[in-house]
């Protein structure tokens, strides 16, 4: 059995991530019930490198080049 392991940091609540450009949004995943489901699910994306989760929405959204910015939400939090 093979074992491994991932690290995400993640923001206090009131961030975002911001992309460097239009194409670089990965996915938008509806419904995800907590910050964990987004980090795993951008774990599995190898060309991630950020995603915000807004608990409110429960959307996450995957970006291959993004940097992290203050949001207007204070529901949302990005992870790297």
Do not use: H
Request: with cysteine; hydrophobic share 40%.
């Amino acid at each position: 059995t093979q074992l491994y392991q991932s690290i995400s940091q993640l923001t206090p609540f009131g961030f975002q991530c911001q992309p460097s450009a239009p194409n670089v949004l990965l996915e938008i995943i509806n419904n995800v019930q907590r910050t964990i489901g987004c980090a795993v699910a951008c774990n599995r994306q190898p060309l991630c490198r950020c995603f915000d989760y807004d608990t409110a929405s429960l959307i996450c959204r995957i970006f291959r080049d993004a940097s992290i910015i203050a949001s207007s939400s204070l529901t949302s939090r990005a992870g790297l």
